[in-house]
């Protein structure tokens, strides 16, 4: 009998210390985690077997009670390495440029080149100067050279004019002329030279017969070296034509100067 109150007192002392036991490795633990730090107010700081990794950086942890169970929580630290970034830099050396200082050579350009800019302007003006002095000396002699001459104009028309009339004034004395009806015309051509000589005569008409055109060509050619066929004095002229129509008619009309244009203008050069 003793030995069953023993025993059974035996038991009971050992379901105590396992229940004792266990309600101690099962009891509720407050664990705290806020933002930044991960605490846990436990005083059985081991962890074994099973581990729980937490993301401090994403995870937001509010002041929360946790029940824990007998599973044991492993904890991990997780590092978070400062890596540091690594930028390469190129090597910058200080390299001391030399700089000359080239003031005085600009200025000994600067001296030269107004130097040089100020003899083209002098050369410039002093050929300015000489040019004006050659065109005001040119103009003197061009107007006293002017001076010294005379210009005149040789009245041709006047020459002619006259030379013509003098031939109508004859072909009157040629009578088989008569015989021809009013308004039958002839047509005449020669060559005057400075000699007085009279060539290449020519007459022309579709009505005159050779025998009158003869009389006329004959009556032109009298008047070589006579007075009608000297030129107007100071011509250059060594020859000069003489052409007209005559027309006949019962009444005479005379040509005038205004009835040509035979112009001549000569320079003479005046004594000093």
Do not use: C
């Amino acid at each position: 009998m003793n030995k069953i109150y023993i025993i059974t007192a035996i038991l009971i002392f050992v379901i105590s210390t396992a229940i004792v036991l266990s309600s101690g490795n099962s009891s509720q633990k407050k664990v705290q985690f806020t933002n930044q730090n991960f605490v846990i107010n436990h005083e059985n700081t081991e962890v074994k077997n099973e581990n729980v990794q937490v993301g401090l950086n994403k995870s937001q942890f509010e002041n929360k009670d946790i029940q824990t169970e007998s599973t044991n929580i492993s904890m991990q630290n997780t590092t978070t390495s400062n890596t540091d970034s690594e930028i390469n830099y190129q090597p910058f050396e200080n390299q001391n440029t030399d700089y000359q200082n080239n003031s005085t050579d600009l200025t000994a350009q600067e001296t030269e080149f107004n130097q040089k800019l100020a003899d083209y302007e002098n050369r410039k003006a002093a050929l300015e100067n000489l040019k004006r002095n050659n065109t005001r000396q040119e103009n003197k002699v061009q107007t006293q050279n002017a001076n010294r001459y005379l210009y005149k104009d040789i009245d041709w028309n006047t020459w002619k004019s006259n030379f013509i009339n003098q031939i109508t004034d004859d072909s009157m004395y040629i009578t088989s002329l008569d015989n021809y009806g009013i308004g039958t015309w002839f047509y005449y051509s020669f060559i005057v030279t400075n000699e007085g000589e009279i060539k290449n005569i020519t007459v022309k008409s579709m009505y005159l017969d050779e025998r009158d055109k003869q009389k006329i060509a004959q009556m032109i050619k009298n008047y070589e070296h006579q007075p009608i066929t000297v030129f107007p004095a100071n011509t250059n002229k060594k020859t000069k034509k003489v052409d007209a129509i005559m027309v006949l008619g019962t009444t005479e009309k005379k040509a005038t100067p205004s009835d040509f244009n035979e112009n001549e203008q000569i320079k003479i050069l005046l004594p000093d």
